[in-house]
T-cell receptor, first 115, second 110 residues
């Protein structure tokens, strides 16, 4: 398996633009996570999906952020409109929960810069 | 509400063992100790976890004190590629949340 795949790896956008980050989890994993990492706040959990259903979105900063998981093999994190303070590295992770559990596997991240 | 305390940084000589301490004095009976690391510009990577017994895998060993209030991650023969931030996390086994603290920045020097 290629692991968790995120795209793009780098994104530079202007303030006010819409940004969409993409994630393909490891096949067979039923749980997906979006994290954000900044120097000031470290790694923060934004949202957690189980079986494609959002379970905990308490970490989503505000209404400008939204996440979807239309099927087991794809998720998006959208920021609209983007602001400079959204600049961060965004990680997607997946794991198998329940039954034979695995630990979380993280993607390489998307480095977002909003200018 | 940090559940773990780690030194902010430490250096290690290449080829020597690296011993990374972690204090978790408020750990509950059903909470495990997990270690992850994050190499620069990469996503966090799972290393090892344990409940109360010492654990070893191909990457590292985990030593947990008898009272479970602290633990040590041991990298037996550190290489330059082990330079990373190492996170000690305590959580219930099937809890979905991974709460990352500041971790320990480990620099392996030639």
């Amino acid at each position: 398996d290629a692991g968790v795949i995120q795209s793009p790896r780098h994104e530079v956008t202007e303030m006010g633009q819409e940004v969409t980050l993409r994630c393909k989890p490891i096949s067979g994993h039923n749980s997906l996570f979006w994290y954000r990492q900044t120097m000031m706040r470290g790694l923060e959990l934004l949202i957690y999906f189980n079986n494609n259903v959002p379970i905990d979105d308490s970490g989503m900063p505000e209404d400008r952020f939204s996440a979807k998981m239309p099927n087991a093999s794809f998720s998006t994190l959208k920021i609209q409109p983007s602001e400079p303070r959204d600049s961060a590295v965004y990680f997607c992770a997946s794991r198998e929960m329940g039954g034979v559990e695995t630990e979380a596997f993280f993607g390489q991240g998307t480095r977002l810069t909003v200018v | 509400d940090a559940k773990t305390t780690q030194p902010p940084s430490m250096d290690c000589a290449e080829g020597r063992a690296a011993n990374l301490p972690c204090n978790h004095s408020t750990i509950s009976g059903n909470e495990y100790v997990y270690w992850y690391r994050q190499i620069h510009s990469q996503g966090p990577q799972y290393i090892i976890h344990g409940l109360k017994n010492n654990e070893t895998n191909e990457m590292a060993s985990l030593i947990i004190t008898e009272d479970r209030k602290s633990s040590t991650l041991i990298l037996p023969h550190a290489t330059l590629r082990d330079t990373a931030v190492y996170y000690c996390i305590v959580r219930v086994r099937n809890d979905y949340k991974l709460s990352f603290g500041a971790g320990t920045t480990v620099t392996v020097r030639a």
